[in-house]
Each structure stands twice: as structure tokens, then as C-alpha cells.
């Protein structure tokens, strides 16, 4: 899961792809007393991507998403799901949380392998997450959000089938 390879692409649907991870997720957000929304654009192109790679990003951000409403009032705990494309073309995804946010510090190191704001965690989510996207040749980042919480979004290319990946190894990944 770890280790830098090129992704296996074929045709497909972002849309199918979050739809399925909601649904996996669903009895673990109902549990966590999380109303989980779905906004998606139903214009969105098909796309050269790898599935079970664009699952595990959206179910990892969906998971961060749950587990930081955990402490929240109950009637704020929502996660909403959005997919779109971007004034540049791409396919965009974002996760959103009313969770407690991030704070400054925390933000500049949520990539970073082994980082974690999490008691059990292991940091490896988000620096996977990112792996992946830019094996794609997307982009991640994280945005607080006005009132509470955080936003996650990766971009992904509608051509990314002609992205070229060369593996830069760093201390985790080789």
C-alpha cells in the first residue's frame, strides 16, 4: 500500500467511486451520530484513474472527517462530500467536517509521514492520501473552514492517464 508505483488506470466515474466509500462508511458515521452529505455533480467527466486508489483517499479524508466530530455537540456533527470541477478543468473532491479544526501549527505538518493529531493514529493517512493524488497528478491541501472544521481536497486530472510519475524517494517511501 505504501510503496511508490505507478497507479493501474482505467475509465472512471469520481462520482461512483465516493458514492461507494459513503456507503461503506455509512453504519460507521450513523454510530458516530455523523449526517453524512453527498453533493455531486452529475456533469462530471469519466476519468483514467485508478479506483481502489481514489477510494482509499476519499475514505481516509471521510474517516479523519468522522473521527474529528467525535468531541462535537451532536446536532453539528456533519460531513459533506462534494465533487466538482475546478475553474481549471480538473475534477475536484472535498471532504468537509464541523470538527474542532486545525490548529496553525498542526496544519504546516498534516503531510508529513508519522504527524498525527490523533491519540492512536498512525501518521501515515494523509502522506499516503497525497502519494496517491500526485501519482495522478493531482494536488491535495486542507483548508479551515469559516466557522468550524476542516476542509480536505484533492484535484485530479481529467487526462490523467498521460501523467508522467517519477518516484522521488524520500525516508518512508521507496
Known sequence: MIKRSQPVRAVMSV???????????????RQSGV???????????AILADFLQVQQVVLNLMRNGLEAMKDILP????LTITTARSPAGEIEIA????????????????????FTTKTNGLGLGLSISRTIVEAHGGRMW????????VTARFTLP???????????PDGIHR
Open 95 to 114: 471532504v468537509a467536517d464541523f470538527g474542532h479544526g486545525l490548529s496553525v501549527a498542526s496544519a504546516e505538518q498534516l503531510f508529513e509521514p508519522f
Open 15 to 29: 462520482n461512483d467511486a465516493v458514492r461507494e466509500v459513503s456507503e461503506l462508511l455509512d453504519s460507521e458515521a
Open 158 to 168: 481529467q487526462d490523467s492517464g498521460k501523467v508522467s510519475y517519477d518516484p522521488v
Open 75 to 78: 446536532d453539528r456533527r456533519r
Open 142 to 149: 486542507m483548508t479551515s473552514n469559516a466557522t468550524h472544521g
Open 35 to 45: 449526517k453524512t452529505d453527498l453533493v455531486l455533480s452529475p456533469d462530471l467527466p
